[in-house]
């Protein structure tokens, strides 16, 4: 609302214009960009820095994870199926494996196609593009991968913003990755207490890295979620709006 003295209260833009002083040139004030303006900053998410591998503030092997060399047992005709050694502990098998192109572990070589999309009650979701069968990998959570040390100082910055999206996922105490500022489109995917995908460490050329798998079979048009766990650092508790038969009302 605008005041101007010697005036009452101005209840729309172009009314508050046509009480200021002249000279007054029309063109100046081009109502329809501000409205555009507006109208897509509704439309579109908040800007971010879009990322296809992590970043890292720390030394990659920082989580002690061993570096991995070959399996024994994928030689072809395998293939890498469910009696995979590497399958058994959550490592991709490697270039310096004998398994054919058809292996079925290396998960992270192709992201299933997702939109992003605004949803009634929880902000920015993200669905899926393309059917997608259960287990398949749907894409890798990506950002800048930070020590505990950076994360606690990031934290208690969101704190004094009062900033109320959170983008960071900890996979240990000393590798998280905070999508905060650069990441992918699975910053997007919402909480769910009845998700219907899961996020999953493997290692990767000796890289820890983590993916994103479907818990079931997914249609096109269906928001992609995953159980948040999320751990309460400060304020209250953030209310849930999934709307699972088994939500707990509570993140």
């Known amino acids: 609302m605008c005041f101007l003295q010697g005036a009452g209260p101005a209840y729309d833009i172009e009314e508050a214009f046509r009480r200021l002083p002249l000279p007054y040139i029309d063109q100046e004030f081009n109502i329809d960009s501000i409205k555009k303006e507006e109208l897509e900053s509704v439309t579109k998410p908040p800007p971010y820095v879009h990322l296809k591998h992590n970043v890292y503030f ?56 997702i939109g992003v999309v605004k949803t009634e009650h929880c902000g920015w979701g993200a669905i899926a593009l393309e059917t997608i069968e259960k287990g398949d990998f749907v894409i890798e959570f990506v950002g800048e991968v930070i020590d505990g040390a950076r994360f606690e100082e990031r934290l208690q910055d969101m704190k004094r913003r009062r900033d109320q999206n959170f983008y ?45 798998f479907s818990l079931q079979g997914i249609q096109v048009g269906e928001p992609l979620t995953y159980n948040y766990s999320f751990e309460q650092h400060f304020g209250p508790q953030t209310e849930c709006f999934c709307g699972a038969e088994n939500c707990r009302g509570k993140l």
Not at 76 to 99: D, E, F, N
């Open 58 to 113: 720390v030394k990659k092997k920082c989580d002690g994870d061993p570096i991995e060399a070959k399996c024994s047992d994928c030689d072809p005709p395998l293939t890498c199926q469910i009696r995979c050694s590497c399958r058994s502990v959550s490592i991709s098998c490697s270039q310096a494996c004998k398994c054919s192109k058809k292996c079925t572990n290396r998960p992270f070589r192709r992201e299933k196609k």
């Open 168 to 212: 960071m996922c900890k996979v240990n105490n000393n590798f998280i990755i905070d999508a905060t500022f650069r990441g992918n489109d699975c910053r997007f995917f919402n909480h769910s207490c009845r998700p219907n995908c899961q996020l999953d460490n493997w290692q990767v050329n000796g890289k820890t890295r983590l993916g994103v």
